[in-house]
C-alpha cells in the first residue's frame, strides 16, 4: 500500500520537474529551440497544445446523417411479429420507427407478401386496407429518388382472421 501511495505523489509531482524551453537565434540566422540555457536565449512558456475537435457522428446533424442514408433506426413495430390481428373489414394498422425522419428525395416502399404497394410513402403510420385473412409478411426499404435501396426493415409476420359467424 505504502508503494502505491509513494508511486501516486511521485506521478502527481512529475509536472513540477518540467522542463524550461528557451528560443535564440545562433549565428547563421537560423531560429534554434532547446531546453538547455544559452545567454542571448529568451525564455518561452509552453502552454498545452490545442486539440482540433473532430467531428464525431454523434456530433453529425440527423439531417445531415438522413441524407447521406445513414438511419439509425428504422424498424417496423405494429403489428407485432406473429401477432393475430382480429377484424371484419381486412384493414391492418402499420407503425414505423424511423430516425432520423426521412431526407428530401427519400421515400419507404412498403411490401406485403414481397409484392411493393404502388405508392410509395412518406408517414410512418398507414393503414393497409382489404386485405385477404391468412398469414401475410410485411416489410418496409427506404429508397432514394433514384431507386437506390439505403436500408431494409425488420421482416414481419402477422396473421389476419375475420369473425366467424356460427
Known amino acids: 500500500m505504502r508503494i502505491v501511495v509513494l508511486l501516486m505523489i511521485l506521478l502527481m509531482a512529475l509536472p513540477l520537474f518540467a522542463r524550461d524551453v528557451y528560443k535564440y537565434i545562433s549565428e547563421d540566422g537560423e531560429v534554434i529551440y532547446s531546453e538547455r540555457y544559452h545567454p542571448d536565449a529568451e525564455r518561452i512558456k509552453v502552454t498545452d497544445s490545442k486539440k482540433s475537435a473532430v467531428l464525431s457522428p454523434d ?3 440527423d439531417e445531415a446523417r438522413a441524407a447521406a442514408g445513414e438511419y439509425a433506426t428504422f424498424t417496423i413495430d405494429q403489428p407485432n411479429d406473429d401477432e393475430t390481428i382480429r377484424n371484419e373489414d381486412g384493414s391492418v394498422p402499420v407503425g414505423i420507427t424511423l430516425s432520423p425522419d426521412l431526407a ?17 410513402i412518406k408517414q410512418t403510420q398507414l393503414i393497409l386496407q382489404q386485405l385477404s385473412r391468412g398469414t401475410h ?13 439505403l436500408k431494409e426493415s425488420n421482416s414481419i409476420t ?3 382472421r375475420q369473425p366467424a359467424v356460427n
Open 137 to 149: 409478411s410485411l416489410q418496409a426499404k427506404i429508397v432514394t429518388s433514384e431507386g437506390e435501396s
Open 59 to 61: 456530433d453529425q446533424s
Open 158 to 160: 402477422f396473421h389476419l
Open 104 to 120: 428530401e428525395g427519400h421515400v419507404i416502399h412498403l411490401y406485403v407478401d414481397g409484392t411493393k404497394l404502388d405508392s410509395d
